[in-house]
C-alpha cells in the first residue's frame, strides 16, 4: 500500500481520520494516540508483516536508551554539568553503534561479503538478505533522538508518545527524517485535537498535486527511463539523453511527488511536517543543490558526520577529505552498492570544486550556472539508476555518441517509436533525424516537465487562503488520480528502495 494506491486514498486515510478525530472529539486522547500507532504498524506491516517484530524492537530499545539518557542528563544538571559525562558517552555509543549494526547487517551484508568474496577468492555463503522497508529512515531518526536526550534536549516522554513519534505513517516510509522537537510538542496541543477546515482543505490541496506528480509525470518518465536503463545493446545519442533526462525528471516528480503527500496528509492531521525537497533544480550550483535535494537527509549528514570530522576548521585539506567522507557514506546509504558510493564521491568532488571556485571570486552568468549544475546532476544521476559499471558506461556512452545524431534510415530504428508519433511522423521525417523523430512523445513529455520546473513548487503555491481556483485543482486531481490509481498499478516511490 503507497499514498497513490486506491487502497490507501479510499480506505485506508479515510478510516485513520475518521476513527482518530472521534476519539479525539469523545476526550480519549490516548485513545487517539494509540489508534494512530497502530494503523502507522498496519501501515508498515501490510507491505510485509515478517519486519513488524523489529521496528517494535528498534522502538523498545531505543526508547530504553533514550529514555535512560534523558534522566542521567536531567540529573546531571542537578549535580553539575560534568557529573556522569563518560558514563552518558558510553551509552550514547551503545545505542548508535546497536543502531548501525542493525542497519549494516539488513542492509550491507550482502555487500560486504559479495566484496570479501570477490577480493579474497573466497566462497563465504550467505542467505540473501530482504532489506526491510524504511530501517534507514527510522534508524536515523531514533539515532537524532539519542543525541538530543544525551544532550538533555529531550521530555521524559512515555512509550506510546515516543511510538507515534517514531511510526507517524505520513514520515515513516521515505521520510522526512524528523526530530521529536518537531512532532511530540504538536501532538500536544489542544490546536489538533480537533479536524480543522483550513488545515484540511490545505492538505488535500498539497496531497493532490504530489499525486499527479507521481501517477501522471514521474510514472510516465519511469518507461522512458526504464527502457534506456534496463534494455540491451547501444545506445544512440537521441535514446540516451531521453532516458538519462527521463530519469532525472522522473526522480525528481517521483521523491517531489511523495514529499507533497507526506505535508499534504500529515496536515490533515494537523501536524506539520519540516520541508524536505525546495526545488532542487532551480539550484545555481552544487551546494545549493543540497540545500534543496532531501533537506533533512542533508542536514542530518552535516551535524552527524560531517561536522564531527571536523567540518570547514582545520583547513581547505582537511575539508576536502570530510567532504568526500561524508558523501561517500551518503552514498552507500542509499544502496548497497559501488554506483551509489560513486555517486556520493562525484557529488562530494563538485563540493570541493565549487569551494576552490568560491576563492576564486570569478562569477559566471546565472543561465550558465544553471546549466552547468543541471548537467552534472543530470550525469552523476547515471551512476545512481545504473545496475552496475557496464550500464553507465552504455549510458554514458550513447550520451557523447555523436555520430548517431545524423539522418539514419527508418528501418534502422524500432517501428514502435515512429508508429507512437503517428501521422506527424510522416512530416517530420523531411525536416528532422528518424530517431529524433521517433523520440517526439518524450520529448515533447520533457519540455512539459521542464516547463513545470520554471514554475512555482507545491509549497510555495499553498501559501495563502484557499480560494475558488485552489479546490478546483484539488477536486480535478483527486478524482484523476483516484481514477488513475484503480484502473492501473503505481510504481512504488523511488526512495521506498533506500
Not at 550514547?92 to 570479501?116: D, E, P, Q, R
Not at 485535537?193 to 501517477?215: D, T
Not at 564531527?308 to 557514506?329: E, H, Q, S, Y
Request: charged share 10%; hydrophobic share 55%.
Amino acid at each position: 500500500m503507497i499514498f497513490s494506491s486506491w487502497q490507501f486514498i479510499l480506505l485506508f486515510l479515510p478510516v485513520t481520520f475518521g476513527i482518530y478525530f472521534a476519539l479525539n472529539r469523545k476526550r480519549c486522547l490516548l485513545g487517539g494516540k494509540l489508534w494512530l500507532v497502530l494503523a502507522s504498524l498496519f501501515f508498515y506491516a501490510y507491505w510485509n508483516w515478517t519486519h513488524l517484530p523489529l521496528i517494535l524492537l528498534s522502538i523498545g530499545f531505543n526508547f530504553a536508551i533514550g529514555s535512560h539518557l534523558s534522566r542521567a542528563s536531567s540529573q546531571a544538571v542537578v549535580n553539575g554539568s560534568g557529573a556522569g559525562i563518560r558514563y552518558r558517552r558510553a551509552m550514547l555509543v551503545f545505542g548508535i553503534s546497536t543502531n548501525l549494526a542493525m542497519l549494516a547487517y539488513y542492509k550491507y551484508a550482502n555487500f560486504f561479503v559479495a566484496n570479501l568474496n570477490l577480493i579474497n577468492g573466497l566462497e563465504i555463503g550467505l542467505n540473501e538478505i530482504a532489506l526491510p522497508l524504511a530501517v534507514s529512515f527510522f534508524t536515523f531518526t531514533q539515532i537524532v533522538y539519542l543525541v538530543d536526550s544525551f544532550r538533555g534536549e529531550t521530555s521524559q516522554y512515555d512509550l506510546l508518545n515516543y511510538s507515534l513519534f517514531v511510526t507517524f505513517f505520513p514520515h515513516l516510509i521515505a521520510g522526512p527524517i524528523v526530530q521529536h522537537s518537531q512532532i511530540m510538542p504538536q501532538f500536544s496541543s489542544r490546536w489538533t485535537w480537533v479536524p480543522r477546515e483550513s488545515n484540511i482543505l490545505k492538505g488535500l490541496f498539497i496531497f493532490s498535486i504530489g499525486l499527479v506528480k507521481k501517477l501522471v509525470i514521474a510514472d510516465t518518465f519511469a518507461v522512458w527511463a526504464d527502457a534506456g536503463f534496463d534494455g540491451r545493446g547501444d545506445l544512440d545519442f537521441y535514446s540516451a539523453w531521453i532516458s538519462s533526462l527521463s530519469y532525472t525528471l522522473q526522480l525528481y516528480f517521483d521523491f517531489s511527488g511523495y514529499c507533497d503527500m507526506a505535508i499534504g496528509i500529515s496536515l490533515l492531521f494537523n501536524i506539520v511536517l519540516p520541508i524536505n525537497f525546495n526545488s532542487p533544480y532551480k539550484a545555481l550550483n552544487i551546494q545549493d543543490f543540497w540545500r534543496r535535494w532531501h533537506i533533512t537527509l542533508s542536514n542530518f549528514l552535516r551535524n552527524f558526520l560531517y561536522i564531527p570530522l571536523g567540518g570547514n576548521r582545520n583547513g581547505a585539506g582537511f575539508t576536502a577529505v570530510n567532504l568526500m567522507i561524508t558523501f561517500a557514506l551518503g552514498g552507500l546509504w542509499h544502496g548497497a552498492s559501488w554506483m551509489f558510493v560513486i555517486w556520493g564521491l562525484l557529488h562530494g568532488s563538485a563540493l570541493v570544486v565549487h569551494r576552490v571556485w568560491q576563492t576564486t571570486r570569478v562569477k559566471i552568468p546565472v543561465w550558465m550556472a544553471w546549466l552547468l549544475t543541471f548537467l552534472f546532476v543530470n550525469f552523476s544521476w547515471v551512476f545512481f539508476r545504473a545496475k552496475d559499471g557496464t550500464s553507465a558506461r552504455r549510458m554514458l556512452d550513447g550520451m557523447i555518441n555523436w555520430k548517431s545524431m545524423g539522418f539514419i534510415p527508418v528501418e534502422n530504428i524500432p517501428s514502435t517509436g515512429l508508429a507512437r508519433t503517428g501521422w506527424m511522423a510522416d512530416h517530420l521525417l523531411w525536416l528532422f533525424p528518424s530517431h529524433l523523430v521517433a523520440q517526439l512523445p518524450a520529448g515533447l513529455m520533457l519540455v512539459f516537465g521542464f516547463f513545470l520546473l520554471c514554475r512555482k513548487n507545491t509549497m510555495e503555491l499553498a501559501v495563502g487562503e484557499m480560494n475558488t481556483l485552489k479546490m478546483s485543482i484539488t477536486v480535478v486531481f483527486l478524482a484523476l488520480s483516484v481514477c488513475l490509481a484503480l484502473i492501473s498499478t503505481s510504481a512504488v516511490f523511488l526512495y521506498f528502495n533506500f
